[in-house]
């Protein structure tokens, strides 16, 4: 199994920054993508930005050009760096990382505790 935990999070005033990490361990050969989701209580989980191993990312619209997803393989770190926050940033952040399923695609199904976001003046 894979393990991961999340750290970086925090109250932060509109406009700031913040860098969320993610540390992977367990069976980490299973991983090629890895991503971040958030949850606002009411709202379903949404992906902000995933990776994958060779470095190509994607993002959710609302974060383009202010969130940058990045990763270190050999360290088997992911990280979001958050810049230009705005209150509606506000979320429980999730890291994520992939893995094979029984017909022969991969989804994110391994899943952190979890890292509290509060963007707010």
């Known amino acids: 199994q894979v393990q991961l935990v999340e750290s970086g999070g925090g109250l932060v005033q509109p406009g700031g920054s913040l860098r969320l990490s993610c540390a992977a361990s367990?069976?980490?050969?299973?991983?090629?993508?890895m991503g971040w989701y958030r949850q606002t209580p009411g709202k379903e989980r949404e992906l902000v930005a995933s990776?994958?191993?060779?470095?190509?990312?994607t993002y959710a619209d609302s974060v383009k050009g202010r969130l940058t997803i990045s990763r270190d393989n050999a360290k088997n770190m992911v990280y979001l760096q958050m810049n230009s926050l705005k209150p509606e940033d506000t979320a429980v952040y999730y890291c994520?990382?992939?893995?094979?399923?029984?017909?022969?695609?991969?989804?994110?199904?391994?899943w952190g505790q979890g890292t509290q976001v509060t963007v707010s003046s």
């Open positions: 994520a990382a992939d893995s094979w399923t029984p017909y022969g695609t991969r989804s994110f199904t391994s």
């Open positions: 990776i994958t191993s060779g470095g190509s990312t």
């Open positions: 367990g069976t980490i050969s299973r991983i090629d993508a």
